[in-house]
């Protein structure tokens, strides 16, 4: 925990609409998936990229995902 009570994680301390902001673009584009798998994506993205590299790498690292994440199940990727 640090100084204010909330837990701290040293890999990835990303702002709280930096997120949501990019949880946002990212359903725009593949808005017949589900919130819920979008969201665990740019979860699971925010371990890959520093805050420092700004939230348009954070998008880029997240739509790539998704859109992999597409084509091994076999489907076409929404655009």
Known sequence: MDNNGKQGNLKSNWQEHDVWYVVDRVQETYWREPWQLIQQVVS????????????????????????????????????
């Open 44 to 79: 699971l993205c925010k371990a890959e990229v520093k805050p420092t590299e700004g939230r348009e790498q954070l998008l880029a690292v997240a739509k790539e995902k998704m859109r992999l994440l597409i084509e091994a199940r076999g489907d076409k990727p929404h655009r």
